[in-house]
């Protein structure tokens, strides 16, 4: 069913997402999702979360700190989490803000823009285990409204699902191709033809609405304050 | 001719100078220059408030609309934003990925106003709408299912296996229904408007 569903709402799988370009790199605060600060104003580097993950027979602790370079890039390091073994793995670093400002692009349902500031939401997860994350990180990028050069927002098709529906429409042509046209199938063209049409037209259909996925441009509007 | 040139002069007359009337043109012209001074002086009468409209959490590319008389919709600002408005429009939450809100107008009121708004997900009415057409579609199946007649040569277990099979495709359907209906409901964008502190 969940198939079925995914396959008639085939062309309406879309990716909004928001990033904010920053002036001054400094005002920029990390804090953990309960508001404690990680990485007020000119602190260099913060404690973002300590904890522990299983490694197949063993539990590995880990710690994640927030850095704050010269140029205003804030990342998130965790040594632990990068030497993750089977069966989970790990991530060693995740850049939040660069050298340039700009800001991790993030769900746009998760950016919030108010006259005082704007507050970026990230899910983190260091450590992804087989379909749960074993070190997730829910932490606040806040920036002050008056540092704010602009959030621009962008919408696009899930180009991921587009290129799935053209490989499952790609198959269908050749399925349908090898139906109508393989020597070894039995009948005659006319008899297979309707079979090979059965496949080929939902193949078709459906690969039409991936490539539609993949080449549609995306959609992006900039807000200034 | 000679007596349609002197009917034309006739009314002529009889609209410009003959009985001391206006023009017909210049009648009609200070006819809606009236009107159009009326209109013009109860906008300016009336108020125009400025209201801080936010979106705090949104999908897509919101922004927000106005529609002044018949016109079409149109962006006023990409939001959040701050502008004096006319409280004689009507306004809308919309945009790129976003689910149009209820058209609202703003309360008559020279005070500092404020739109709040909550941006609802195309995606997830389209999914609402799919599994509730879906799930009433899947229901009615298991009601067929249940009334279609037993075969007079089936078994007990096969009568009962058929009942299970309806009651399971109505539970289903009822089930993505339900869910369908919820997603519709929770899609939709909200619009508060209140005085600002």
């Given amino acids: 069913m969940a198939v079925a569903l995914a396959l008639s709402c085939a062309g309406c799988f879309e990716v909004s997402t928001a990033e904010v370009r920053v002036r001054d790199t400094s005002a920029v605060t990390l804090e953990s999702r309960d508001g404690t600060d990680v990485l007020p104003v000119g602190a260099p580097e913060g404690v973002v979360g300590r904890g522990e993950y299983w490694e197949m027979l063993s539990r590995v602790p880990y710690e994640v700190r927030a850095r704050r370079d010269a140029a205003g890039a804030i990342e998130l390091r965790c040594d632990a989490c990068a030497a993750a073994e089977f069966p989970v793995s790990g991530t060693g670093v995740i850049g939040l803000l660069d050298g340039q400002g700009r800001t991790r692009a993030a769900p746009s349902w998760s950016v919030a823009v108010d006259s005082t500031r704007v507050v970026v939401d990230y899910e983190l997860c260091m450590v992804q285990g087989h379909r749960t994350c074993a070190a997730d990180l829910p932490v606040r990028l806040t920036v002050p409204a008056r540092d704010v050069a602009e959030v621009r927002r962008r919408i696009e098709p899930l180009r991921l699902w587009g290129y799935a529906l053209l490989a499952f429409g790609a198959a269908s042509v050749a399925a349908a191709t090898y139906v109508m046209l393989a020597p070894g199938v039995g009948g005659s063209f006319a008899e297979r033809a309707p079979w090979g049409g059965a496949v080929l037209a939902p193949g078709l259909v459906l690969g039409g609405i991936g490539l539609w996925e993949v080449l549609t441009p995306a959609r992006e509007q900039i807000w200034t304050p | ?197």
């Fill in chain 2, 1 to 197: 001719m000679p007596s349609l040139s002197h009917d034309r002069r006739g009314r002529r007359g009889a609209l410009s100078r003959g009985r001391g009337h206006l023009p017909r043109w210049l009648l009609a012209g200070v006819v809606i220059a009236s009107r159009l001074t009326a209109v013009t002086l109860s906008r300016a009468d009336e108020p125009r408030p400025v209201v801080d409209v936010s979106v705090l959490r949104s999908p897509g590319l919101p922004v927000l609309e106005q529609r002044s008389g018949d016109a079409g919709w149109r962006t006023a600002c990409v939001v959040p934003c701050t502008l004096r408005l006319s409280v004689a429009d009507e306004y809308r939450i919309g945009g790129d990925g976003v689910v149009d809100s209820s058209p609202f107008r703003l309360p008559a009121t020279d005070e500092h106003l404020r739109v709040e708004a909550r941006g609802g997900s195309p995606l997830l009415r389209d999914v609402g709408t799919l599994l509730a057409v879906g799930g009433m579609a899947f229901a009615a199946g298991g009601g067929a299912i249940l009334l279609l007649p037993d075969d007079a040569n089936a078994s007990s277990d096969a009568r009962s296996s058929k009942v299970v099979v309806g009651i399971g495709f109505i539970a289903m359907g009822l089930l993505a229904t339900t869910v369908g209906v919820l997603a519709r409901l929770f899609s939709d964008t909200s619009v508060r408007v209140s005085v600002a502190p």
